[in-house]
């Protein structure tokens, strides 16, 4: 399924590359899908020449034909979509539904960063001299080193290319070695759309060749990352020996409150859909849920109801509606997850173990625990699979500050009837991202991100195309 694909440098698809090659595995099934040639250090090094020549003559290119092209480059992915979401839910487990959703949201970055390509102002400010005037400028930062995960193969990149190419940037595209297809199916559709050669470059392979010499290269001017916070702090600490610009979408532990005006059952039919979507792989997913005394008992059987209604199974079965772990290592980190909350005296509601199943996919149950402390893995650590901590709470105060003791901060939900603690609440929750009686935080125009150990910078809406552009001031006296 990859022969058509490979590196992408200087416009060319590289069947064969000079690292070892890398094998995909299908995670529903756990057997193998193909494999895609890794980069060695002499294809970095091509990679980086390319995006030399691609950023110099894509910065010069006008703002509006560049924003031509992304439109166009949107209409080639809508009409891919039913190939993509294949890529997708293959390599990365999730469902048909949730994956062709994805790549329409990716076509939607580029949509979107399409009209904003058209709109990177600048300003004039009154000079103190006689005749003089001082002109802001916005730049493209230059050569940028992206690099992806696994859960989201296709949005996750879009966020980075989309805006990257709207500033006049030229990008070396890293998505995870787990889920390759996806990238090269995008920029497929880029090399459809018209892009030119060395704008856009893609390296797949280990760490040694296809992250050391990006990052550690002066020719790029930016790095931008969506993973882990472990490694978020080590490319912000390898980033520093060229100062290069950096923005970093990292690890979530969202909390959901349900106050005691909440609409319950609204509350439980969208939290369980969104817990366990994409097996709970998702950043913003909620983990820890504090539900008010007078609700929790009621709220933990409607959790665990709807929990063991979910159906599990093969992504491609479009009856599916929770799909495997990306990987066996992921069901051994949920079920130490599960010990641990076992051995603090936690109540296994639901769940708790892999199923049985007809095939060797990598599935963990949808699980729900209950009576755990705070500092229960399941509760205090981004758990990244299908575990929902329940907890009650009984006073405002008491869960603000429960919510808010964690290193992370991207994104925080509550529900309430009362327009008084709508505004209390987002004021208060302290995370990047806050959704009141919704989970939708995610679209091409809203800014995405988080703050404390969540990450810096802000991907979508009109802030993102700024993470890619310098400001530069010009005084000029005639």
């Known amino acids: 399924m990859y022969q058509n694909y490979g590196l992408f440098i200087d416009g060319v698809w590289l069947g064969v ?21 890794g980069a060695s250090l002499a294809d970095a090094g091509e990679a980086l020449a390319s995006a030399g020549r691609g950023l110099a003559l894509w910065r010069a290119t006008p703002a509006w034909t560049r924003a031509d092209f992304l439109h166009h480059a949107a209409d080639v992915m809508r009409a891919r979509t039913e190939e993509a979401a294949r890529m997708i839910t293959l390599e990365s487990g999730k469902p048909l539904a949730q994956a062709r959703r994805e790549w329409t949201m990716s076509a939607d970055q580029f949509r979107w960063f399409g009209e904003e390509a058209r709109r990177i102002y600048g300003r004039i400010v009154e000079s103190r001299a006689p005749g003089g005037r001082i002109e802001v400028l916005h730049e493209p930062v230059g050569i940028v080193a992206a690099f992806t995960a696994w859960n989201f193969p296709a949005v996750l990149a879009a966020r ?5 190419l709207a500033a006049g940037c030229a990008v070396i595209l890293r998505p995870s070695s787990e889920v390759p297809g996806t990238a090269m199916v995008m920029i497929d559709c880029l090399r459809e759309a018209g892009l030119p050669k060395g704008v856009v470059n893609l390296l797949v392979g280990p760490v040694a060749t296809t992250y050391a010499p990006l990052v550690a290269s002066p020719a790029v001017r930016k790095v931008t990352l969506t993973g882990s916070t472990a490694i978020g702090r080590q490319m912000l600490h390898d980033a520093a020996d060229t100062v290069k610009r950096t923005s970093m979408e990292l690890g979530g532990n969202a909390p959901m409150v349900v106050f005691e005006d909440a609409d319950m059952e609204a509350a439980l039919d969208l939290a369980v859909p969104a817990k366990f979507a994409n097996a709970g792989q998702v950043c913003v997913a909620p983990d820890r849920f504090y539900v008010h005394e007078s609700l929790h008992g009621r709220f933990v059987s409607g959790f665990v109801a709807r929990a063991r209604a979910l159906r599990l199974g093969h992504g491609l079965d479009e009856a599916t509606q929770m ?48 009576g755990l ?49 709508v505004r209390e609440a987002v004021a208060r929750m302290e995370a990047g991202m806050v959704g009141v009686n919704s989970f939708a935080l995610s679209a091409a125009e809203a800014p995405f991100g988080g703050i404390k150990e969540s990450g810096t910078g802000r991907e979508g809406g009109s802030e993102g195309i700024l993470e890619f552009l310098n400001v530069k001031l010009a005084h000029v006296a005639l």
């Not at 590359?17 to 040639?37: K, N």
């Not at 980075?160 to 990257?164: D, E, I, R, S, T």
């Not at 641990?340 to 007809?358: F, L, N, V, Y």
Request: zero cysteines; proline letters at 10%; hydrophobic letters at 35%.
């Open 373 to 421: 402390p705070d500092d229960a893995k399941a509760l205090a650590d981004e758990n990244f699979g299908p575990i929902a901590a329940i907890t009650p709470f009984a006073s405002d105060e008491e869960v603000y500050h429960r919510a808010n003791d964690s290193s992370f901060g991207l994104a925080a939900y509550v529900f309430t009837k009362s327009p008084a603690r």
């Open 160 to 164: 980075k290319l989309a805006p990257a």
């Open 17 to 37: 590359g000079q690292g070892e090659r890398i094998e995909v595995v299908d995670p529903g099934t756990g057997a193998g899908l193909g494999d895609v040639p």
């Open 323 to 370: 799909g495997p772990l990306i990987n066996p290592r992921r069901v051994s980190a949920i079920a130490e997850v599960v010990a641990d909350a076992q051995r603090r005296g936690g109540r296994i509601e639901t769940g708790g173990s892999p199923p049985q199943m007809e095939s060797n996919g990598y599935f963990f149950s949808p699980t729900v625990i209950s």
